[in-house]
């Protein structure tokens, strides 16, 4: 399909105005959306997460506690991209279960922050790792340094699973550079994790009670790796300090609402 030529300046992003017998050259007003189209097309949003918005975000009908905390949740990152960048703390950390729709509103909420005119990058964790080795891999002949240098000077980034895999002691050396060095220049960060932390309220989770005929059989408490534990003290402590941290509602996973709502 053809690319549609603004009229008023044929695609240039300037149109000729006459003022007092004067003419002169003013910028066209389709050059905001133009910028933020092609702000949202660098930003790497995957194709899994192309209609992940706020209106796309919906919150179960019930009346339960976790619907209700679903839905401040939502208001609350909305809220957040659109005070953005005038905040306190210029971050945003969501922590949850699998599934219950952190890079969703993660997503939304940068894609709303990029429709202001910002520009802002999508890495997923992994990702941003192996390009980050394979760029300091001498072996690789690779010169993707660049993943690094853009994590770091990106004007708003967002890490999606943050800690989801543990990474060799030179990486978590990387990972809290790029960190620091972010909260050092206030530049925002944007992530999302299912990893517990205790200050989230995410200390130890039980595994489920399980029935055994008539007895009810309580497993011990199963420690899970924390997102300390993964990404190191100094990284996750600046991470806090920069962020406003999101707590998802142990809601269940929404694939799986979706497949048994009615
Ligand atoms: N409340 C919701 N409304 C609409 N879609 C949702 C909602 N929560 C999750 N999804 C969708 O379900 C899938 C999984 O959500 P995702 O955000 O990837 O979860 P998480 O990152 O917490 O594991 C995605 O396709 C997402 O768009
Ligand atoms: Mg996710
Ligand atoms: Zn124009």
Redesign the pocket.
Known sequence: MAEQVCPHCNGTGWKIVEREGVSGAERCECTREMRSEKLLELAGIPA??E??TFT?????KDNDMAARE?FAI?QNVLDFAHKFPVLDKPGLL?I????????????AALRRIIEKGFAGVFFDYQNLIDRIRSGFDPTSGSSDREAYRIAIDAEVLLI??LGSHRVLEWIEDVVTSIITQRYNHRRPLIA?T?LPDPDAGYGIKKKQRQSVGDQRLDSPPEYRRTLADQIGMRARSRLFEMCNVVK?PL?Q???L??TTAQ
């Open positions: 899994r997460y209609k992940a796309s975000f919906e919150c179960p679903l939502r969501l949850g279960d699998n599934g219950t729709g952190k890079t969703h509103l993660a997503v999606d699973d999302t299912n998802m809601v996973d929404y694939r609402r979706k």
